[in-house]
Structure formats: C-alpha cells, structure tokens
C-alpha cells in the first residue's frame, strides 16, 4: 500500500531531505586518504545530532552506526570501522536523517585522492544512471519505466545492475511501498500519480552482477569483487512532474 502525501506533506519533509543533502556536502571536504569510516561515521552522527535530526541508520533493524559507507566492492550498507581510506579508493556515503518525524534519504559515491579509470568509470555511470532514472519519472509513467531507463543505460555502458537491493517510498516510514527496481521493462508495474515519495539508487558493478551478503549481516559485496557503485536520492511526485527533495540548502 502506498502511502500518498499532501503537498503539505511533502513541505513537511524537506528540512529532513535537505539535511540529508547538506551531511553529504559537509563530509566530502573530509574524505582523504588516512581517513577511517568510523571518522566518517562520527562526523554524520555530531553533525546530525546537531542539528536536531536523528541519524536513521542507528539501530534500524540493528544496524549499530549512523551512516552506511560502502568501499570499493562493497555494494551497500557497509558498517563503519577502523579501516583507513587510501588513494584510489570509491567509497558511497549513504546519509538519512529524521527530522520532525520525516526522513530523507541521499547517497554520493565519491574519490578517496585520484581515481583510477574503472573507478572513475563505475562512479560516473552510476551518477548517470540515477539522472536518467529521475528524468523519466512524472506522472502517468509506471515504476518499469524507470527501472528499464536505468537498466538499459547500465548494461549499454558494459556494466551491470544490482538487482537484490531496490529503491523504496519514504516518509515517517524509512522503507514503504512501492518498491522500485532498478531494471524492469517499459509500461509494467505500478503508474506514477501526484504525491508519491520514493527513492531511486541504482547500484552498479563495472563487473558481474552478482552479490553477496558478509556474515555481519549487513555489507553487501560483489561475488567477482569488482567495484561497485551508488547514488541516491528522495524524490516527490507532483501533478507538475518530479523534484528532487534531497537538495543542498545552504
Ligand atoms: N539508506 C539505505 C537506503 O538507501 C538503507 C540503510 S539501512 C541501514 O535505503 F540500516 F543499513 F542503515
Ligand atoms: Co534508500
Ligand atoms: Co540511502
């Protein structure tokens, strides 16, 4: 079941989204190498609490940090910890904050130093992926378009998609109806209408597409350890089309 949201609604959820987009912009001044995820993590969680928000991630469902960071071949929801970047490392910051009651939900894959090419490649076929999903989203299309604009434009650029892991609605709820996949087949699936919320963030592997989860429970990796990555954002559907919430407001 979808939960619809009324345009006040909506405006209730963007000092969350904006946070959210603003904790991103705030960390990437701090991603060098020699820095450690749980640096990482404990820069989120103070800026977060800061500002009168709480960090979702922190013990949802049992997830025991505040943020998700997610290096080289690790495909989402890696747990923070005293790993120190390096030089030619990607690593996806994965930010949701509740502010008020409402989350927002937003992720940036970014360079630790100099990217190598397949990082530089895998990162920006990522970023494209998740702008051709948004342009296609507005009313009247259906969840499969999105999921096959991305899917398609993935596989053209030779790498693949992630398929266990899906974009979500979003709201006083961190993960609601619908879901939305990121590959799919045009005209299927649910039709977009005027006051859906939901996230789109693609996860793409420059290798094969298959995954696997750790025994911690929570890191997601690639099966043939290539590298991965994502970026995400929260997005509303008005009569008038889509708008991205997760945006900086600084
Ligand atoms: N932020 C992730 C998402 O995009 C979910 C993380 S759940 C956590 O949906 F528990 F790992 F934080
Ligand atoms: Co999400
Ligand atoms: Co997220």
New binding site residues.
Partial sequence: MVRIKTPEEIEAMKPACQLAANTLIMIEEHIRPGISTDDINDIVHDYTVKHGAVP???N????P?S??TSVNHVV??G?PGEKKLKNGDIINV???SILNGWHG?T?KTFFVGEPKPRAKKVTAVAKKALEIGISVTKPGATLGDIGHAIQSFVEGEKCSIVRE?C??G?GQV??EDPQVLHYGKPGEGMVLKAGMVF?I?PMVNIGKAGIKLLNDG?TVVTRDKSLSAQF?HTLALHEYGVEILTTPSL
């Fill in positions: 979702a991630p922190l949802y469902r049992g997830f940090k943020v998700c989402c929801h747990i994965d930010v949701t939900d992720s892991y974009g979500h979003i961190f993960h996230t963030e929570w995400e």
